[in-house]
T-cell receptor, first 115, second 112 residues
């Protein structure tokens, strides 16, 4: 298993500003992902955070809006840029461990409200 | 591409009874995995159970079992002996190369 922490746990931000969310894992992991969960909705994959290279974004998500860094195998950041109220969501990081099957562990999430 | 369908927005069950949450999937992958996660009101995502597409036996984890019917492309979750703490949102998902695709979720309410 893996223990994942996220900072901040929640924040209230003003329109037009940016917020950087941190994800820290207690062990080295092969893959890290960022998901968004809009209010009352399911989770949607934003991107795969690649160690030492640019993140791989899913359709509908772009690097200018959601820049991601992953400087090592235990840490990643997601920035939500130029925020609007539509960005109000829970943002979760997840990690894929090298277990016997593809079990992903999720961080506790960051609840973001944009005014 | 993968698609997960959960047709039950909400389900109710009496404490100590069993309940089945439905999930169907659509994928073009030959090898894939199917998951169920629980999300309580706190928002955390709790892994419950996993089924590989080539697993011949249905997966079980304590009170949770996954009724896998490959020909029907269904992966229903069965919770036995429901407890009040089982009240939560439940997401079915599939995995391909580590990426998870989730269904819309089912809210389960357990009545005393």
């Amino acid at each position: 298993s893996a223990v994942i922490s996220q900072k901040p746990s929640r924040d209230i931000c003003q329109r037009g500003t940016s917020l950087t969310i941190q994800c820290q894992v207690d062990s080295q992991v092969t893959m890290m992902f960022w998901y968004r969960q809009q209010p009352g909705q399911s989770l949607t994959l934003i991107a795969t955070a690649n160690q030492g290279s640019e993140a791989t974004y899913e359709s509908g998500f772009v690097i200018d809006k959601f820049p991601i860094s992953r400087p090592n195998l235990t840490f990643s950041t997601l920035t939500v840029s130029n925020m609007s109220p539509e960005d109000s969501s829970i943002y979760l990081c997840s990690v894929l461990t090298s277990g016997r099957y593809d079990e992903q562990f999720f961080g506790p999430g960051t609840r973001l409200t944009v005014l | 591409a993968q698609k997960i369908t959960q047709t039950q927005p909400g389900m109710f069950v009496q404490e100590k009874e069993a309940v089945t949450l439905d999930c169907t999937y659509d994928t073009s992958d030959q090898s894939y995995g199917l998951f169920w996660y629980k999300q309580p009101s706190s928002g955390e995502m709790i892994f419950l159970i996993y089924q590989g597409s080539y697993d011949e036996q249905n997966a079980t984890e304590g009170r949770y079992s996954l009724n896998f019917q490959k020909a029907r492309k269904s992966a229903n979750l069965v919770i036995s002996a429901s407890q009040l703490g089982d009240s939560a949102m439940y997401f079915c998902g599939s995995t391909s190369y580590g990426k998870l695709t989730f269904g819309q979720g089912t809210i389960l309410t357990v009545h005393p």
